[in-house]
């Protein structure tokens, strides 16, 4: 089916000027971007963005990461477009992401590891609202 899913460049990413060779390889396997912006998030926006994650140990290293430069966020469009950002991503920690993904190849820790891809139809929708009015995504 055609999906929807929440992708977002991280500040790691952002900083090594890499946001064009994360774009190709979304159009490469048939992603389009269909709503886009770049933001500095502020500690609010990430705390509420991660909400899900509010009680885990990592919680306030990941948002005062988040917030540490501005990042890329993006809607894609596509053929099973959320497993196929999982595949381009690859593992959550670089260390155990598969070569030739974008997480193997420009992430350097499982904080700082490049991208955000949503995990299901259910939490892309909502991270997808979180950040693009409806008027802002361009489905095509
Ligand atoms: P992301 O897909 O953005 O969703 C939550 C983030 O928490 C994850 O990527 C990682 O960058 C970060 N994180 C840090 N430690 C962990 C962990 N142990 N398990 C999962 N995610 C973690």
Redo the contacts with the bound molecule.
């Keep these: 089916a055609i999906e929807r899913t929440l992708s977002?460049i991280k500040p790691d990413a952002v900083a090594k000027n890499v946001i064009g060779e994360i774009y190709s390889r979304f159009e490469k396997a048939g992603l389009k971007v269909v709503a886009s912006k770049m933001k500095h998030l502020s500690r609010a926006e990430a705390e509420g963005f991660?909400a899900v994650?509010a009680a885990?140990p990592?919680f306030n290293?990941?948002v005062n990461f988040m917030i540490s430069g501005p990042v890329m966020i993006q809607a894609l469009e596509g053929e099973g477009a959320i497993a196929k950002n999982r595949e381009l991503m690859g593992a959550?920690d670089p260390k155990k992401a598969e070569p030739g993904t974008i997480r193997a190849d420009f992430a350097d820790s499982?904080?700082a590891?490049a991208v955000?891809?949503s995990d299901a139809p259910e939490t892309a929708a909502v991270e997808i609202a979180y950040f693009f009015p409806q008027a802002e995504v361009y489905s095509r």
């Design positions: 977002i991660y994650h885990r990592f290293d990941l959550t499982i904080d590891n955000h891809g």
